[in-house]
Each structure stands twice: as C-alpha cells, then as structure tokens.
C-alpha cells in the first residue's frame, strides 16, 4: 500500500470518532503545522470534508469528516494489515525469528498502525510471547541503527526544540540516532 503513514493515521483517527483538529493531534501525535498540511492535501483529494462551525463555548471551530473515498482506504488497509498480521503469526509459528526481524525492520509501523487500528491488541501480543515486536529493537526511525539503553536518542520533541525538519512519518514513539539528527540540522 503507497499511502503515507501519517495520511492513513489521521483517516483512521477521522474514521475512528475524531472530529477536530484537536481530536487529530490527541490520537495521532502530529504536530499542529504538519496536520494543517496533510488535511489540505486529504481535503483537496477528497478523502476528507472540513466545515466551519462552532464550539462549546461560541468560538468557531472547523469540524472534519471522512468521505466515502477516504473510508474505502481505511478499510482497504485494515484488511492489508489482516494479511499482514497473519504473515507474523506464520513467521512466529514457524520459528522463524530472523525473518520476524527483518519483517519488522521493512515495515517499521506495522505493528503499531495493527494497534491503532485495533486488528491486535496488547494482550493478543502478550499472550503469543510477541510483545518485542513492539518493544525489542529500538531502531533509529531514519537508518534503523540499533539504539542501545546508553545511545543517545531523538525524539520529535528534540526536533521541534531545535526547528529541525522533522523526517516524514516519524511519530512520538520514534527515535534519532545522534548522527541523522545532525544531518537534520544540516538541512535547515
Ligand atoms: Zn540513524
């Protein structure tokens, strides 16, 4: 699927029961300047509808919908990540812990976006000794280095600290490796 990771979160969220901006950045984490920007392209692809209204306390208030369209994808890609969990159960099954890692290392969200979607769960995880695949490598989101309890590690926080740019997709969960945040400030 060739959707960027923030665009389906912020469906998701808008499908799930997230109505405002608000709403959006609770359930995704996205910073306010990148959600304005992605809910411009969501909105002129038609995937989401926005109108003014007003709020509890009279102020306005932009209310944002998810169209048909948008729902299609959402659905679309709760049945990829379907697939995609059976393909971990398969490897899991079967032993096969180094293509367990390596799945993991070329779809770095999968498990997260099954969480967020509600496809698995924690204790579904628990249950099946399965956990590290949220937890166990902490992987610089950038070059998928390692990151070590001692490493030195970036989060979006560090990022917005310092104005740098923060790489596509990279939610509050992710991490820097000292040398590709370096390289962020090199592209101010
Ligand atoms: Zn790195």
Redesign the pocket.
């Given at each position: 699927m060739d959707i960027d990771h923030n665009d389906i979160r912020i469906l998701g969220a808008l499908k799930m029961d997230a109505k405002t901006l608000g709403d959006i950045k609770d359930r995704t984490g996205i910073n306010s300047e990148e959600l304005e920007n992605i809910l411009g392209i969501l909105e002129s692809s038609k995937l989401i509808t926005s109108t003014a209204g007003t709020g509890l306390f009279g102020q306005s208030k932009i209310f944002i919908k998810i169209t048909e369209n948008g729902s299609g994808i959402i659905d679309e890609y709760v049945e990829f990540l379907h697939t995609k969990w059976e393909e971990i159960i398969n490897f899991a099954a079967a032993g096969e812990r180094e293509k367990l890692d390596q799945f993991m290392i070329d779809n770095p969200f999968l498990v997260k976006n099954m969480i967020f979607f509600k496809v698995i769960d924690l204790p579904l995880l628990g249950r099946l000794n399965l956990r590290f695949l949220l937890e166990g490598k902490n992987l610089?989101?950038?070059?998928?280095?390692e990151l070590g309890r001692f490493t030195q590690k970036f989060s979006i926080k560090d990022c917005n600290k310092f104005g740098f740019k923060i790489p596509s997709g990279m939610t509050v969960e992710d991490n820097?490796?000292?040398?590709?945040?370096d390289n962020l400030a090199n592209n101010i």
């Open positions: 610089c989101y950038q070059c998928k280095k820097l490796c000292a040398s590709c945040f």
